[in-house]
């Protein structure tokens, strides 16, 4: 049918080019129909009336010029092919030509037939998918062409300004953008954060001035992008640059690491952060558990950073692998705005996980997120993997229900503090499970990790004790039979207030400090004050001993501070710092610490 088929329009002022290019596609006419213009602007008129899929134009013609048709079609109809062909062919000419969006250059005298196959595959090709994309980020759109053997280009523009990046069998390979080419010119698309775009046959051969990965290229440019927006510094550390390859400095006291994600770009990512630290050294990468697996005897790593969700074999049937086979530290590396993250924190905490870590995001503090991730590595590496236990799943408890009419809790006469890090989950399940929820004191337990795990840690331990167990917040009240699950103390700074009612006893409650204060301290002080010898100071694996100033006032106030068995700890040297001080008045099992518990409130 007439109207179903595409239309060409060939633009020349040579008459006979016209008839000759209309006769070569005559063998076409049941896929395109041929409008002819002599003149580039009678091909702007043909072009407001006709809708056309692809220009074949010459360049040199009277009045307005080939390029400055290419100009004008790329304004007004982004969606049509333009072909250019010229007798005066030239490097500067054909880049001139990309520049402006022209991706098919022909130098005359043209092979007809090759110029016929490249309009039918121009018109077959419109045959395929097509659409709109929406609110969605550029950087996105080119790793989904990188994810590809795809040959194409990308036309960018953001108002007045435009740009074209060229991929080659998913490899990022030329850019133009104004006067700059190469990495200049993709980092320059990079950083506008708004506008259009289209995507376009790669020409035959264009100019290769790119050799960096995709990974490494995004993420410099989200940086300028970030920079420029003043979300960064101008001046960034070392780590920021992202190398290519992980660092293999030959020094034999580095921390070895073996980084198991599923995304090139995080594993460079998170090489580049390491490499910040002298001392530690990106041994290798691996793509999924099983290639992890595959790396670890031969890779022989100190510290072990692993994905969640990965695809052959996710994070978790990984850990439970090397815990079995070559045990190792293992850090858990998540999406923490991921539903699933959280609700597999007790599955890695029980098969022997050492810690946690949120995954890098672009529009963070680079500098911190570098910090905590370093800081993290370190710790983990000290961990003595061979003090894990499996620790088997309580129970879930069912709780009375309350009615009402019940009773309000009774006044809080004492207060027992927890704080447990890398390694001391194992020993929370052995001490909270066990108490009653009829207890005569509020617990709160300060376990060291990201605060978006702590919800669902709280409510995996509510439901399997007998008291109460609920995330620790701001104005949260102390209440006798209750515990308070909380996270790091220097992500939310809370310290203990006081809340009088006139003829009623003390009341207590958490309100937030300013950021940067030092949690721990801050926090132990006032509930020494509080409490005196009715506080009680439980320090776990990994404990958060602050600089040991509220565990001095808690022993200054008769209050009681005992400590695990450094020996049995996954992560002992805040407990040998604190002992060494001589703050915990005695070392011992998670047995003789619940028992301790039951006897403050009697």
């Not at 080659?168 to 390979?173: L, T, V, Y």
Request: a negative charge; charged letters at 25%; glycine letters at 6%.
């Amino acid at each position: 049918m007439e109207n179903s088929r595409k239309k060409v329009l060939v633009v020349d002022d040579d008459l006979s080019i016209l008839r000759l290019l209309e006769d070569l596609l005559a063998t076409d006419q049941h896929l395109c129909e041929v409008l002819t213009a002599d003149s580039a602007e009678h091909a702007i008129d043909i072009l407001s009336q006709k809708n056309v899929s692809v220009v074949v134009s010459d360049i040199s013609m009277p009045g307005i010029s080939g390029p400055d048709l290419l100009t004008t079609i790329r304004d007004r109809y982004p969606n049509v092919k333009v072909i250019l062909i010229t007798a005066y062919g030239s490097p500067t000419i054909r880049e001139e030509g990309q520049r402006r969006g022209c991706l098919h250059f022909l130098e005359k005298p043209v092979r007809l037939e090759k110029l016929r196959q490249l309009i039918v595959q121009e018109l077959r090709e419109e045959e395929g998918f097509g659409g709109t994309l929406k609110r969605i980020q550029l950087e996105y759109l080119i790793q989904v062409f990188c994810m590809s053997p795809t040959s194409i280009a990308i036309r960018v523009w953001e108002g007045q300004n435009q740009g074209i990046i060229f991929v080659r069998k998913g490899k990022i390979i030329h850019a133009l953008c104004g006067d700059a080419e190469g990495e200049q010119a993709l980092y320059e698309i990079l950083t506008w954060r708004s506008g259009g775009f289209e995507t376009l046959d790669l020409m035959e051969s264009p100019k290769t001035s790119i050799s960096k990965s995709c990974e490494v290229l995004i993420m410099e440019g989200l940086r300028l992008a970030d920079e420029r927006a003043g979300i960064l510094p101008e001046t960034l550390p070392a780590c920021m640059a992202y190398p290519d390859e992980p660092d293999l400095r030959p020094q034999l006291s580095c921390l070895r690491v073996l980084i198991v994600d599923d995304s090139p770009m995080m594993c460079r990512i998170l090489t580049g952060m390491l490499a910040a630290d002298e001392e530690i050294m990106v041994v290798g990468t691996a793509e999924n558990g099983k290639a992890a697996l595959e790396k670890i005897e031969s890779l022989k790593p100190d510290v072990i950073t692993l994905d969640v969700n990965m695809p052959v074999m996710d994070g978790r049937t990984t850990l439970k692998h090397i815990m079995i086979k070559n045990p190792c530290p293992v850090i858990i590396l998540g999406a923490m705005s991921l539903k699933t993250s959280q609700t597999h924190l007790l599955d890695f905490l029980r098969f022997g996980a050492v810690d946690f870590a949120t995954k890098p995001v672009k529009n963070g503090n680079q500098a911190v997120q570098q910090q905590e991730l370093i800081g993290k590595v370190r710790q983990a590496a000290r961990a003595k993997v061979s003090n894990f236990r499996r620790t088997k799943a309580a129970k879930v408890v069912r709780k009375p229900i309350i009615r009402a009419g019940t009773s309000a809790p009774g006044h809080l006469e004492s207060l027992v503090i927890i704080s447990s890090g890398a390694g001391g989950y194992s020993e929370l399940m052995k001490i909270i499970p066990r108490l009653p929820g009829s207890l005569n004191t509020c617990l709160v337990v300060l376990q060291n990790m990201p605060y978006l795990f702590v919800p669902p840690l709280a409510e995996h331990f509510s439901e399997r004790c007998e008291m109460d167990v609920l995330p620790l917040e701001e104005n949260s009240e102390l209440l006798p039979g209750r515990c308070y699950m909380g996270g790091s103390l220097s992500d939310i700074p809370l310290e203990l207030a006081e809340i009088r009612d006139s003829g009623r006893p003390p009341a207590y409650h958490l309100r937030s400090l300013p950021p940067g204060t030092h949690g721990m301290d801050h926090f132990l002080m006032p509930v020494a004050d509080a409490f005196a010898d009715r506080a009680l100071v439980l320090l776990l694996s990994g404990a958060d001993v602050g600089d040991l100033l509220g565990l001095a006032r808690i022993r200054a106030k008769n209050g009681r501070i005992l400590a695990q068995r450094s020996a049995s700890s996954m992560i002992s040297d805040p407990l040998e710092i604190a002992i060494q001080a001589r703050l915990p008045e005695s070392e011992m099992r998670s047995e003789e610490m619940v028992r301790q518990i039951l006897a403050i409130c009697h």
